[in-house]
């Protein structure tokens, strides 16, 4: 590294880090010089290119300059007065305002020597400022946290023809209500809501929550499985967005007492619309409205990026390509058994093959594929649909869910009568969906001429692949983990850091699996009564990983976490 040029002068935070021993004088000149070049703060870039660690940063300059050390990750970034400065003033100081007390406004900043933030921003807010020292990487991440929250405000909706995009109701809805008030068509609640979709679509969202308190109004987005904040519109226009949401969708916007559902239908190019899935229901302070984004591109990714190991791609492959038996995907919801289904259709469905779907809605449309919506108000439930498709002369038949016993019999019949059948349930595992099928009065002789594979799956946030970085766990968390003693050491364990390509160190989610085939010994155990545990056992004497081995091989594999695999495979 190069020698510090003599001419260098050193003072406020570098040259406490200097006498401290956490810099040299050569690699603080070459920060200096380097953050001076990319216009960028000597804090930012001293933690970026991991010369010094934030957090020790910042504890050590909250004690050399007396200024209070706060942990951001305590506070509500839908709570913080974010008006009260220019988004321009907030980017180029690099300073948030944190709460207002008076005419007190306290500024986080990771410099405490920045007083040029604080004066400017005093005067633009004529508000007396104090300083209050925070992380520098939980900085950065409030700031693009805080200010895109922000944006998404009544008066910031500048996208390009917010009012004209072609949004309609969908192909299901009902007509039209007459006499609808005007206020739902306002132009700034069209644009409110019209930029909502817009930003779910952009950011990869999969359900939108709209939600009405008694004091406040709150919307979320849910990115790779996890609800995060990012408008809160004055509460006194809640019923107006709520009921231009159900216009679009066409529900009855007079009927507020009862749960209602309806679609939207957005044409975002020529070749490709979104559709949500929207749902109200009375709250104490209003309705809530939840909207499930459907993209039909999301049962088209591939089969080898859903996450399987390749000895349980070959299996579930061999098992749909068979030409009758039982598939049956289990999970909780929001786990992506829909995706993994159609993932598998979308790999039979030819021209020579005959296949039909009952679903409760439908939420992938797909050429090719005769998709029924069941209404169980109209007497079109799942057993109802798969009767009227054993007249069809089908070759393979989707089942949604499998809720009772009527839908359970006729699909393991048309299992042992020449049909492929696939389907799901809800259940923790793959054994304990064959005592599921036995309490709801399947015969264990059926289940075992029927059922040829189950698989259970979860889905696993990935981690970020520009920022992850390498964690040292003690042997002993390791091995309380699930890892083995002669496996320790052979691998890196990485963790979550957060940067400008994710969301806190994540992007993008990868399931995992336990694929388990019904073998001959397997039939035997269900046929003598055997239970769950046995099952599991014999199932793991057979080579097949359950959910949390399956998800010790991504953390050996550097694609998610240990904290991850603990939240969706913990028992």
């Known amino acids: 590294m190069a020698t510090a040029p003599s001419n260098i002068h050193f003072s406020g935070l570098v040259k406490c880090l200097i006498q401290k021993g956490l810099l040299t004088e050569e690699s603080a000149a070459t920060c200096l010089q380097e953050a001076q070049k990319r216009k960028q703060a000597f804090i930012s870039y001293l933690v970026e290119h991991k010369y010094a660690d934030s957090k020790t940063v910042a504890t050590l300059a909250s004690a050399e300059f007396g200024v209070p050390f706060f942990d951001l990750d305590a506070i509500d970034p839908s709570f913080l007065p974010i008006k009260l400065v220019s988004e321009k003033l907030i980017r180029q100081h690099h300073a948030l305002p944190l709460f207002k007390r008076g005419n007190r406004l306290f500024v986080a900043t990771a410099d405490p020597t920045n007083f040029q933030a604080l004066d400017e921003i005093k005067f633009h807010t004529r508000h007396n400022t104090e300083n209050i020292l925070v992380e520098e990487d939980k900085l950065i991440r409030m700031i693009d946290t805080a200010l895109e929250a922000a944006d998404t405000s009544m008066k910031d909706l500048l996208d390009d023809d917010l009012d004209n995009i072609d949004i309609s109701a969908g192909d299901d809805a009902k007509p039209a209500d007459e006499g609808m008030g005007s206020d739902i068509d306002d132009a700034p609640i069209v644009r409110f809501v019209n930029k909502i979709l817009l930003d779910s679509i952009k950011r990869g969202v999969s359900d939108i929550h709209l939600e009405p308190f008694e004091k406040k109004f709150r919307i979320r987005f849910r990115a790779d499985g996890i609800l995060s904040e990012v408008a809160s519109p004055p509460v006194g226009i809640a019923n107006r967005i709520i009921s231009r949401l159900k216009v679009m969708s066409r529900m009855d916007i007079a009927e507020r007492r009862v749960p209602q559902d309806g679609r939207i239908k957005m044409q975002i190019s020529k070749n490709r619309a979104i559709d949500f899935r929207v749902n109200t229901c009375p709250t104490l302070f209003g309705e809530k409205v939840v909207m499930r984004i459907l993209d039909p591109t999301s049962a088209q990714i591939g089969i080898e990026k859903l996450g399987f190991e390749p000895e349980q791609q070959k299996n579930f492959l061999e098992a749909i390509h068979k030409p009758y ?25 030819s021209i020579e093959t005959n296949i039909s779907t009952a679903e409760d809605p439908v939420e992938i449309t797909v050429e090719g594929i005769n998709q029924v919506n069941v209404n169980p108000k109209a007497g079109l439930t799942f057993a109802e649909a798969l009767r009227a498709f054993l007249r069809q002369d089908p070759d393979i038949i989707m089942v949604g869910e499998i809720r009772d016993l009527e839908t359970a019999s006729i699909a393991v019949k048309a299992a042992q009568t020449g049909h492929m059948v696939l389907s799901t349930l809800h259940t923790n595992d793959a054994p304990q969906t064959i005592n599921r099928l036995v309490q709801m009065g399947i015969e264990p002789f059926n289940i075992v001429s029927a059922v040829i594979l ?29 890892f083995k003693q002669d496996e320790i050491g052979t691998f890196k364990v990485y963790g979550p850091v957060g940067c400008e390509h994710c969301n806190n160190g994540y992007k993008g989610r990868v399931g995992i699996y336990q694929v388990m085939p019904i073998t001959e010994k397997m039939r035997a155990l269900i046929l003598n009564g055997g239970n769950s545990m046995q099952m599991a056992e014999l ?19 550097g694609v998610t976490s240990l904290q991850e695999i603990d939240r969706v495979t913990k028992e």
């Open 325 to 349: 038996g039982m598939v049956l995907v289990t999970g909780p919801t929001g786990s992506g058994k829909t995706v993994s289904l159609y993932t598998g259709l979308n790999i039979l469905n």
């Open 539 to 557: 199932s793991k004497s057979e080579g097949i990983n359950d959910l949390r081995m399956s998800g010790l091989l991504k953390i050996k594999q």
């Open 454 to 482: 189950i698989m259970a799956q979860r889905l696993a946030r990935r981690l970020c692949e520009h920022c992850k970085q390498e964690v040292d766990y003690p042997e002993s968390a390791l091995l309380s983990a699930g």
